[in-house]
Nanobody, 124 residues
Framework: QVQLVESGGGLVQAGGSLRLSCAAS????????MGWFRQAPGKEREFVAA????????SYTDSVKGRFTISRDNAKNTVYLQMNFLKPEDTAVYYC?????????????????WGQGTQVRVSS
């Protein structure tokens, strides 16, 4: 079975940074594209970032470009989301997604493989 465990969320002031981690098990991690999504209160879950199985390709939603960086360490079966220059509108629960379809620069999530989420709150 595939398990994804996110960590690293918390409360920070605007302009601060957080690094989220997603530890994966139960899949061939090195062969799986990975993605981060977030869901703010009262809103739908939205795509944030994705990374190819090799780490050679990344994609970001426009609102986080230049501020967030997705990376992975296949030896540790872990994907990261480094979030810098955080804004109050980044407040959301952040979810890791495994083994989505990453093609042509877009990432379609695998709806079977979600983590439990980690809360990020950014105060003004």
């Amino acid at each position: 079975q595939v398990q994804l465990v996110e960590s690293g969320g918390g409360l920070v002031q605007a302009g601060g940074s957080l690094r989220l981690s997603c530890a994966a098990s139960g899949l061939t991690f090195s062969g799986a594209a990975m993605g981060w999504f977030r869901q703010a209160p009262g809103k739908e879950r939205e795509f944030v970032a994705a990374i190819s199985w090799s780490g050679g390709r990344t994609s970001y939603t426009d609102s986080v470009k230049g501020r967030f960086t997705i990376s992975r360490d296949n030896a540790k079966n872990t994907v990261y989301l480094q979030m810098n220059f955080l804004k109050p509108e980044d407040t959301a629960v952040y979810y890791c997604n495994a083994d989505g379809t990453y093609y042509g620069g877009t990432y379609a999530p695998n709806y079977s493989y979600w983590g439990q989420g980690t809360q990020v709150r950014v105060s003004s």
